[in-house]
């Protein structure tokens, strides 16, 4: 039921014109803000020590944030609107050539990105840019909310696994690099005992190990993409130099400095943008208590 109800309420959105979402954005994004105290607080705290801001300046930026998830929910309705016609007219590309020629490797490409501006609008741009692309996505605690997602990226073509994999799905996820697709993995997650330690925001971080898993494996390059909003409403997707693994070096070493230039690089994009990213969520959990 719930399915069939999220689904009507994309069409009836997707008759609006995108105009008439910024306002209703704005007004959803607020009342989450005002509803929320638990997350609302967490975020500002969050952002008070990792960007060591005051917390009157904190507070500001964190309503923009929540306006922000505003603005990704209805968003996520809006995508079926979006085809290779129209696209560029929601969204502007910058530094497609570092995409290009990660490509043109011939080795798939692993995508590196995370919860900033409308994230979900990443893996269906890729197809309208002529890359066949698939993406690692959590599974919602609702299936119906994840078989309406799901409905909403696989739609354009996207192929689809579950974040915490089994054999089966990153079988299927290694098929789809050697097939020269695009793999699509957030990484703003704590990734647990089995992550790789780096600082972010100047705390142990346990990075996901996906993104340097699966380029040490395949030889695949990684590049950073960020779908960033901008002031108007539209979009801008965003393209980082592609990355490899640093060759000379042992396998353990390659996969740190790896995964350290990659946090660097999400940390400057939070940093450039810091009201278009969720900073309630709980992420330095695996090392908060240990000490070397």
Known sequence: MLYHTLMLLSRVICCLPYSALQSVGN????????????????????????????????RRLVRQSFINLGHVALDIFYTPVLTRDNFREYIEVEHLDYMQDAWNEGKGVIVYTAHIGTWEWLSVAFPF????????????????????LNTIRERNGVEVFATRSGPREMMAAARALKAGKVLGI?????????????????????????QVYFSEKFGSPVVPAFMIRREDGRHKLVFGQPMHLEEGQESGGGEVSLAVSLTR??????????????????LWNTFAHKHD
């Open 27 to 58: 007004w959803l994004g607020l009342l989450y803000h005002a509803l929320d105290r638990r997350h609302r607080e967490a975020a500002v705290r969050q952002m008070a020590e990792c960007l060591s801001v005051p917390e009157e300046e904190a």
């Open 129 to 148: 840019l002529g890359f066949p692309s698939a993406t690692f996505v959590r599974m919602q605690s609702n299936n119906q909310l994840t078989r309406f």
């Open 186 to 210: 957030l990484a703003d997650s704590d990734a647990g005992e089995g992550g790789i330690r780096v600082e972010f925001f100047g705390k142990p971080f346990s990075a996901p190990k996906g």
């Open 265 to 282: 690089v999400l940390e400057k994009t939070i940093r450039e943008n810091p009201a278009q990213w969720i900073w309630y969520r709980r």
